[in-house]
Antibody
């Protein structure tokens, strides 16, 4: 079955960047697109963007344009989400979630990675 | 960006039926928006219940169903169980961009 394992918690200073990884197993890596979704403390879910591991195509929510980069490493079945110019409002749990194609929504979720931005 | 709206909170009695809805600021939610529904319990990652309006995953309890109701997407829970108490989110697709609703806190009481 699909398993998505994310990297551990991070603490960053304002203005820094963070890179979160999501290692996939249990399926053919290039057959599932990967969403990134975040959730600030006590708040709802926020869709950030999606990457197609097959060709590397990405689509980002307008809010994150210019600050967000999604990449993949096919040999290790890992996708990455990098967010730059961090501010306190970026403190959140970040989830990767696989979808069956680039136009579908998330079906299987990672466990989440807490990113704390604090001076 | 479009705004997706959900009831902030709902209460259902054990064994009862409740319908959660998901609306869009751009107009009617249709099958072309491929609405999804997710369940999230405190301290846990979300779990996908419904995809593409009404399709269930293998892990989705049979008591949950998805549909279109008027100009909204809907999630109906028939025969509520105490373990169904959770936050429920919908997701709507707008030509590639996805937007989550604000969530509905469902209490089983």
């Amino acid at each position: 079955q699909v398993q998505l394992v994310q990297s551990g918690a991070e603490v960053k200073k304002p203005g820094a960047s963070v890179k979160v990884s999501c290692r996939a197993s249990g399926y053919t890596f290039t057959s599932y697109s990967m969403h990134w979704v975040r959730q600030a403390p006590g708040q709802g879910l926020e869709w950030m963007g999606i990457i197609n591991p097959s060709g590397g195509t990405t689509s980002y929510a307008q809010k994150f344009q210019g600050r967000l980069t999604m990449t993949r490493d096919t040999p290790t079945s890992t996708v990455y989400m990098e967010l730059s110019s961090l501010r306190s409002e970026d403190t959140a749990v970040y989830y990767c979630a696989g979808g069956r194609d680039f136009w579908s929504g998330p079906d299987s979720w990672g466990q989440g990675t807490l990113v704390t931005v604090s001076s | 960006q479009a705004v997706v709206t959900q009831e902030p909170s709902l209460t259902v009695s054990p064994g009862g039926t409740v319908t959660l809805t998901c609306g869009s600021s751009t107009g009617a939610v249709t099958s072309g928006h491929y609405p999804y529904w997710f369940q999230q319990k405190p301290g846990q990652a979300p779990r996908t219940l419904i995809y593409d309006t009404s399709n269930k995953h293998s892990w989705t309890p049979a008591r949950f169903s998805g549909s279109l109701l008027g100009d909204k997407a809907a999630l109906t829970l028939s025969g509520a169980q105490p373990e169904d108490e959770a936050e429920y989110y919908c997701l709507v697709s707008y030509r590639g961009a996805r937007v989550f609703g604000g969530g509905t806190k469902l209490t089983v009481l």
